[in-house]
């Protein structure tokens, strides 16, 4: 079975039609929003900082690095869990980006004319034309950027997805069908190498999460691979301390069977 990440831009009918998705293959539905507030409970962040964090400009995230990491990793971690039994519908902000390297991840993007998006957010928010307009040039410009500064990919790059599906032009019907038959397709259905596959980047995002929730290897920039259970860290850090402490955690995650570390000791010298 396949994973359909549906990304969706602000009034573009992208809920909708990932709801219906859902229903007509009998997959469950998750919402980005839903995510975030499942990552808030479940790593001990408030959600509403967390949703706020995660939609900041680049000029936010270059001032709180360690932040960036964290609520990254915890996000990721997070829909990695549910993600991994496949039969999931995720619609939000490039979800498809958060799960890298899985074949069975079927990348649609949602989007509409202007026209369409200006009525709905009127429906939906009681604004004037003018502002309905403003407010969604707004978020768009501001998903773009933050797209832009954590995956260093453009958001609406037809490269980054396997189809793209205009709602101006498609009922939602025939959008839901288009969808739904090409996730029943050979090419987006699990294997045993992309079953592999979505384990060893959910074993590395918990890994990851569970480093960025600690105090004592919170900040620190490291880059987390698994492979069967192996797990190899590498980054840089200042503190014999840390280094340490960074295996002690990551034995703590389930799964994890062996800890290799590449993290390089950079120690500090006087006057420098």
């Given amino acids: 079975m396949a994973i359909v990440a549906i990304s969706r831009g602000t009034f573009s009918g992208g809920e909708a039609l990932a709801r219906r998705v859902a229903e007509r293959l009998g997959y469950a539905c998750l919402s980005r ?26 000029a936010f995230w270059q001032r709180m690095v360690g932040e960036r990491t964290a609520h990254l990793a915890f996000v990721r971690a997070a829909l990695c869990a549910r993600a991994q039994a496949d039969n999931l519908v995720y619609h939000g902000l490039a979800g498809h980006l958060l799960l890298p390297g899985i074949a069975h991840v079927l990348r649609v993007r949602v989007i509409a004319d202007p026209d369409y998006r200006v009525k709905a957010a009127r ?52 959008a839901c069908e288009t969808v739904a038959r090409l996730a029943e397709q050979d090419e987006f259905k699990a294997t045993a190498e992309s079953r592999r596959a979505m384990e060893n980047l959910t074993l590395a995002s918990l890994v990851r999460a569970k480093l960025a929730s600690d105090s004592r290897t919170r900040d620190v920039e490291l880059e987390v691979v698994a492979d069967g259970g192996i797990v190899t860290i ?38 420098t």
Avoid: C
């Fill in 33 to 58: 929003e839903t995510n975030l507030v499942e990552a808030a409970q479940t790593y001990g962040v408030p959600a509403a900082d967390l949703a706020v964090a995660m939609e900041k400009r680049p």
């Fill in 123 to 174: 429906h939906q928010q009681e604004l004037g034309p003018v502002e309905a307009l403003a407010f969604i040039e707004k978020v768009d410009r501001e998903r773009r950027q933050w797209v832009r500064f954590l995956f260093g990919v453009e958001w609406d790059d037809p490269h980054l997805y396997d189809v793209v599906v205009n709602l101006s032009r498609m009922g939602a019907g025939s």
């Fill in 234 to 271: 590498g980054g840089q850090t200042q503190s014999p301390a840390v280094d340490k402490a960074i295996e002690t955690v990551a034995r703590t995650v389930d799964g994890v069977m062996e800890v290799r570390s590449r993290v390089v000791f950079i120690p500090v010298y006087p006057g």
